[in-house]
């Protein structure tokens, strides 16, 4: 199947797009280390935010992205997801 038609949900604004239009942060399972995009052989507890500056501070006003990967606030994440979307 090809990549462009496998679709996600932003876990900030709900609206379902292209996983190509969103960033994905995995939380592996076994470690609890934490990864911005990584690769596919990377597996665990996933979630996406659009590529937007919005969608960023919500997930993170909201405490969303932290409640669903099941860590505490962390800002050297932050800071991972904020390189991402200034690319």
Same mark, same amino acid.
Request: charged share 35%.
């Given at each position: 199947m090809p990549e462009e038609n496998v679709y996600r949900k932003c876990i900030s604004c709900n609206q379902i797009k292209s996983r190509n239009h969103l960033i994905k942060i995995t939380k592996n399972k076994s470690t609890g280390e934490i990864k911005v995009n990584p690769d596919s052989k990377f597996f665990g507890r996933?979630?996406?935010?659009?590529?937007? #500056? #919005?969608?960023?501070? *919500?997930? !993170? @006003? /909201?405490? /969303?992205? !932290? @409640?669903?990967?099941?860590?505490? *606030?962390?800002?050297? $994440? @932050? #800071? /991972?997801?904020?390189?991402? $979307? @200034? /690319?």
């Open positions: 996933s979630i996406y935010i659009c590529k937007n #500056e #919005e969608c960023f501070n *919500n997930a !993170f @006003k /909201k405490g /969303k992205l !932290f @409640k669903i990967l099941h860590t505490s *606030n962390d800002d050297i $994440l @932050k #800071e /991972k997801i904020r390189a991402v $979307l @200034k /690319k």
